[in-house]
């Protein structure tokens, strides 16, 4: 019995709530990260210059010297291995927008660590982000199934990365001197959904291979490493490029924007890209009635509306605070 035979029957439901928790702890720690790096880009860019076309590699190996940037980096690094964990036992569609909760906590730390009170405006941004991902997530639970992943659905998936990695080179060649941060917070955002997706293709076909084995070591069937393992690896290169390229764009994004509006950016764009693939692509959302759908495009609607309303709002983002550091509070 091959890995196509299987990939059909692969259902995880009575496992998929462990996921949920394990997505939240995990949205915690992006947030605290995001504020140390964005602490540290900051410093960096104040001690070594800043650069008129993104960070430039002065900046990146200074960064490797900032005891914040580099702790924050970790706490990243241990909100991605929560939120693999999540995505082993949960579909992609159900525990990936859980991430929003990391903008709430990260306003209010970038708001007393900056001592920037958070105005009527960016409050309500938040909560528009918040709340179309919170009833993004609401229908995804009860639609969303888990299956395994099929080989023409890996190389789909490839081959999309491959073109949005070609579309954001070319746009960044063409725009970069003059973009602002939600240039780079969609690039990183779209970047980082593909990474979360393959990252469910991987584990998806470890899933199904360790189905393969059990069964023929019943069955006495001798498994070979065929063409489903080596888009395996392919996906594999992918996600590392993606992650690579999305880290860049989101430290440039730190060096042009407080920390929450770019946790936003990745707590929306990231999600919605990755859920579009999953139900486009993998099939999670397959027999779905036909009003979660119309939900889930509302839905996804709403919590991109917020991202540029703070991106608008923002106190932070208002010209008198970027040139004087202080900002004067309408009564």
Request: glycine share 10%.
């Amino acid at each position: 019995m091959d890995l196509a035979d299987v990939a059909s029957e692969l259902l995880l439901e009575s496992q998929s709530y462990i996921g949920i928790p394990l997505a939240l702890l995990g949205a915690v720690f992006l947030s605290v990260g995001t504020q140390y790096q964005h602490r540290g880009v900051v410093k960096v860019e104040r001690l070594v210059g800043e650069s008129e076309a993104g960070l430039g590699v002065r900046q990146l190996f200074a960064l490797l010297r900032r005891p914040s940037w580099v702790l924050g980096t970790i706490m990243l690094g241990l909100a991605i291995a929560l939120q693999l964990a999540s995505l082993w036992f949960a579909p992609l569609i159900v525990v990936q927008p859980l991430g929003a909760v990391a903008l709430v906590i990260t306003a209010i730390l970038n708001s007393r660590l900056s001592k920037v009170p958070l105005d009527r405006p960016t409050i309500r941004a938040i909560i528009i982000c918040v709340v179309g991902v919170g009833a993004f997530v609401t229908v995804a639970a009860f639609v969303a199934v888990q299956k395994g992943v099929k080989e023409s659905e890996l190389t789909t998936v490839v081959v999309l990365l491959a073109g949005v990695l070609a579309l954001w080179g070319v746009l960044y060649a063409i725009f970069r001197r003059k973009a602002g941060p939600v240039f780079y917070i969609v690039a990183a955002g779209m970047l980082f959904g593909f990474v979360a997706t393959l990252a469910k293709v991987v584990i998806g076909r470890v899933q199904t291979l360790i189905k393969v084995i059990e069964r023929n070591a019943v069955t006495g069937d001798v498994w070979s490493f065929g063409a489903a393992e080596w888009l395996t690896i392919l996906c594999i290169v992918g996600l590392i490029v993606a992650s690579l390229i999305g880290t860049y764009f989101v430290q440039t994004a730190h060096a042009n924007g407080p920390p929450d509006l770019v946790v936003a950016g990745l707590t929306v764009v990231d999600p919605l890209v990755a859920v579009a693939i999953g139900i486009v692509v993998l099939g999670e959302a397959a027999g779905a009635p036909w009003w979660a759908i119309v939900a889930f495009i509302i839905t996804g609607g709403v919590a991109v509306f917020g991202v540029f309303q703070l991106a608008k709002h923002h106190p932070q983002m208002s010209a008198e605070y970027r040139e004087t550091g202080e900002l004067r509070l309408k009564p």
